[in-house]
């Protein structure tokens, strides 16, 4: 098993985890109810923990620790998506980001607790029962607003409208991406994608949302190779802000 493709396929998924983590937890104190500053707020813990999660199977591969390597690499060197970095905007954005990302990371953690890797296997299995509720959580709020005032479904309108290039951009292939099919470690950002848009598409059809044609979309491919927008490389200053004040600080 080629064991550049295991690292490529971790890297992608911590560094998404990560960084969405983190933009979630900016609605901390800033939620338009209690309910969803808490929700966020929850969210945000339970992504940066499964970043960890995948950059400890990293370092079993012979990466730097998992501070160094969230903390110490500039915009260039992460493999998110571009979807994750974008700012928070206003909480439609944010819901929106929020719908089209999780469903998109369950079916990924579905199809890898099948991996033929082991110890992807392992990690997706103990964390898909927490994403099942971030999802249950964003279409829950995505059938009740897109349902609901005209102001509510023209924003949502607008945010899914802008969000979805991005979020096409998340099934960008990896360099490796037939091996790692082939040898049964995932089933593929192809297949990853189809499930993803039978989903969202059975959500948005009980609102009075529309799913635009995505023949017509140009994804923002990039962030799987370092090529991101203006906003990552600040999001990393701020993160790693008290880590590099003294990085061998034990906490």
Do not use: C
């Not at 260039?76 to 929106?96: A, K, R």
Request: aromatic share 10%; charged share 25%.
């Amino acid at each position: 098993m080629n064991e550049l493709a295991i690292k490529d396929l971790l890297y992608k998924l911590a560094d998404d985890q990560l960084i969405l983590g983190h933009r979630n937890s900016e609605w901390t104190g800033f939620g338009p109810i209690l309910e969803e500053d808490i929700a966020f707020s929850s969210m945000a813990q339970d992504k940066i923990g499964h970043s960890l999660a995948f950059y400890t199977l990293l370092q079993e591969l012979g990466e730097a620790d998992p501070d160094t390597v969230a903390f110490t690499r500039n915009a260039n060197q992460f493999h998110n998506s571009q979807l994750v970095e974008l700012p928070n905007g206003e909480y439609d954005f944010s819901l929106i980001r929020h719908f089209l990302y999780d469903n998109a990371e369950i079916i990924r953690f579905e199809m890898l607790s099948q991996s033929s890797y082991e110890p992807i296997a392992k990690v997706a299995t103990k964390l898909k029962g927490e994403v099942k509720y971030h999802v249950l959580h964003a279409n829950t709020w995505i059938k009740n607003l897109g349902s609901s005032t005209e102001e509510a479904i023209l924003r949502l309108q607008s945010s899914l409208n802008e969000a979805l290039p991005y979020a096409l951009g998340m099934f960008e292939k990896s360099k490796y991406e037939q091996e790692l099919v082939d040898t049964g470690v995932y089933a593929g950002e192809e297949a990853v994608k189809a499930e993803w848009l039978k989903r969202i598409s059975a959500v948005i059809e009980k609102t009075d949302l529309k799913l635009p044609d995505l023949a017509t979309i140009e994804p923002k491919f990039g962030g799987r190779y370092g090529e991101h927008t203006e906003h990552l490389q600040p999001l990393l200053d701020e993160m790693a802000e008290v880590f590099k004040i003294d990085p061998t600080a034990e906490w």
